[in-house]
């Protein structure tokens, strides 16, 4: 059964600090990129920092390069993302993604994901 499942999600205070993760069932995790996405209400989704199978490779976007720490375990099939300085601005759902499997460029477009989680709400107030 494939499956992303992410957690973590939670309401806190503009300058806190959060920890999404997102543990996978998932075939060859260990060969795919994983990313993580937000949408707000309203707006599109948005692509927001992806890494490469072996770590050695991750990509965020403009809007949240400083602030946001994308790690993964393969060991676990695990990923995280970690989002410090929280502003209200960064209130949205998260969702993580597998891309396919023996692709080793991390990229931060949605087309390239064909597996999703259900996603974690993080809410900030101000």
């Known amino acids: 059964h494939v499956q992303l499942v992410e957690s973590g999600g939670d309401s806190v205070q503009a300058g806190g600090s959060l920890t999404l993760s997102c543990v996978a069932s998932v075939l060859n995790y260990d060969e795919r990129c994983v990313a993580w996405f937000r949408q707000a209400p309203g707006n599109k989704r948005e692509g927001i920092a992806a890494?490469?199978?072996?770590?050695?490779?991750?990509k965020y976007a403009d809007s949240v390069k400083g602030r946001f720490t994308i790690s993964r375990d393969n060991a676990k099939e695990m990923a995280n993302l970690r989002i410090d300085n929280l502003q209200p601005e960064d209130t949205a759902v998260y969702y993580c993604?597998?891309?396919?499997?023996?692709?080793?460029?991390?990229?931060?477009?949605?087309?390239?994901?064909?597996?999703w989680g259900q996603g974690t709400q993080v809410t900030v107030s101000s």
């Open positions: 890494i490469s199978p072996d770590s050695g490779t991750v």
């Open positions: 993604a597998a891309g396919t499997s023996g692709v080793y460029n991390p990229n931060l477009s949605s087309d390239r994901y064909a597996i």
